[in-house]
């Protein structure tokens, strides 16, 4: 993409000004038709360094009213990015419904060799690099944001000048890095660099636009034109588009839950002796996790009154509260409906060393939301394959990821149901909505089988709990879980 390009281009600075002028005034326009159509725009600016990042973000930004955009300068690592999957803080600056986010710099360049000495990768993470990138990107697209991607290209002597211009200034010698020289020195091999990563993240819903930078006044029309081209070709489309995609064939799925007896039981004094000996396994463990910084992840789902609180409580009840969070995931807020679905979870995810626990989780959107018609169908069953690519990004981390579907009978839901609701201190725990759920546990069951058939897979499977009895569900799940750990950690 990068081999042929000429930097070179040059616009004469009369025609420059009018050029700009008018696409100044056309960009303030398309912000609010931005925000009036409550599309999501994400920015991104790559290239070499001293291609001119800085100066194109404040042409880009100059006719915008500053309320509505937001600017990121994503390249510096920290701990905080360390220590999770390494999308996660690209996610955590994602705009919610009529934002413009701006990011000088971006998860592309994770993976070139400039970056191998501030940000690294695991060896799991470097091989699923490009599939993980391009997933997320395909995510924001199919949710409707709209993603711009221009990369400054400038040539060798050019970029030596600059270095030159800002070493002889001395409010500015310092941002001449020894990395700055090396790439210039090293022009040609990081030319091919950059060309690999252009190409594999190339793709029809987000593709790279070459901005040709020798020339700063060139370079600034072609980047607003591109811009504004693109923000008013989608806000066209938008417009046009008043059908929705047409929902997958339905397909034969396996009766997964129907296959399991929930009926296994364990005696009162193994499970004392038992609960207490997992119990203190699993906090030396999570110690361990610490000591090793290695994060956890742990996902509750089931039936209503399956005992995920209960299973939980005893799970949780001898770590060290420091090291782990639990997080109940009931109705999303307005600020998490306004970002792509998979959004609420991934700013929650732990960073390593740590344990997080998710009662309820990602699987709303192919459970309840599906179920109560709160999603249409071809959203949901696209979240299948966005479920999977995401958990497949943590799990490429090193987070060990765990899922258990607590699984009751129809016989003893109502049981539970009857009993909560004649105890005045659990009274709070049944609800309406429960009942009214329980008249649609076949429409249920049958979301759930195919949400275990589509989301199980080598790197996140499921374990089904037969939870009838309590006592079993919490030392299966306590075992599991320790097991899970010990094999991690050797």
């Not at 710099?105 to 690099?129: A, D, Q, V």
């Not at 700063?216 to 072609?222: D, H």
């Amino acid at each position: 993409m990068l081999f042929g390009i000429n930097p070179e281009q040059h616009m004469e600075k009369d025609e420059y000004k009018e050029t700009l002028s008018l696409l100044e005034d056309r960009l303030t326009e398309l912000q609010q038709r931005v925000r009036d159509a409550g599309l999501r725009v994400v920015i991104v600016f790559e290239g070499w360094s001293a291609a001119g990042k800085g100066t194109q973000i404040s042409r880009l930004v100059n006719p915008l009213d500053p309320r509505y955009f937001d600017v990121r300068t994503t390249g510096k690592n920290s701990e905080e990015k360390q220590m999770r999957p390494f999308l996660w803080s690209f996610w955590t600056y994602l705009p919610p419904s009529g934002q413009i986010v701006i990011m000088d710099k971006s998860w592309h360049r994770l993976i070139l060799p400039e970056c191998s000495g501030t940000w690294k990768l695991s060896n799991m993470e470097t091989h699923g690099f490009y599939f993980d990138v391009n997933a997320f990107e395909r995510q924001l697209a199919d949710d409707g944001y709209l993603i711009i991607k221009l990369f400054l290209h400038i040539g060798k002597d050019e970029q030596s000048r600059r270095f030159k211009a800002l070493e002889d200034d001395p409010s500015t010698a310092w941002r001449v890095t020894e990395k700055n020289r090396e790439q210039n020195e090293n022009y040609e091999k990081n030319l091919r660099e950059y060309e690999k990563m252009l190409k594999m993240t190339d793709t029809p819903h987000s593709p790279w636009t070459i901005i040709e930078s020798n020339d700063s006044r060139f370079g600034s029309i072609k980047m607003l034109r591109t811009v504004t081209d693109a923000i008013e070709s989608r806000l066209a489309e938008n417009a046009e588009s008043v059908t929705q995609p047409a929902a997958a064939a339905p397909q034969d799925i396996p009766r997964v839950l129907q296959s399991v007896s929930p009926d296994e039981t364990i005696s009162h004094k193994e499970y004392i002796e038992q609960l207490e000996y997992y119990q203190q396994r699993v906090r030396a463990l999570t110690n361990k996790m610490y000591a090793k910084r290695r994060a956890a992840a742990i996902v509750y789902e089931g039936w209503d009154a399956a005992g995920k609180g209960g299973n939980i409580k005893r799970l949780t009840s001898e770590m060290d509260p420091r090291g782990y969070a639990v997080v109940p995931v009931g109705v999303p807020h307005s600020y998490e409906l306004a970002r792509q679905f998979l959004w609420r979870f991934m700013v929650k995810v732990p960073k390593d060393g740590h344990l997080t626990i998710f009662d309820r989780s990602w699987y709303g959107r192919v459970l309840v939301e599906r179920v109560e018609e709160l999603t249409p169908p071809h959203i949901w069953q696209r979240a299948y394959r966005e479920i999977n690519d995401f958990e497949a990004h943590l799990v490429r981390h090193g987070v060990v990821l765990l899922k258990f579907w607590l699984h009751i009978d129809k016989d003893e839901q109502l049981r539970r149901f009857e009993s909560r609701q004649n105890d005045s201190i659990k009274a709070h725990k049944i609800t309406e909505d429960d009942w009214r759920n329980r008249e649609k546990w076949d429409m249920y069951e049958s979301a759930a089988d195919e949400m275990l058939f589509r989301t199980n897979t080598p790197l996140s499977p499921w374990i089904i709990v037969e939870s009838n009895s309590k006592k079993f569900a919490r030392i299966k799940v306590l075992k599991t879980v320790t097991d899970a750990l010990d094999d991690a950690l050797q």
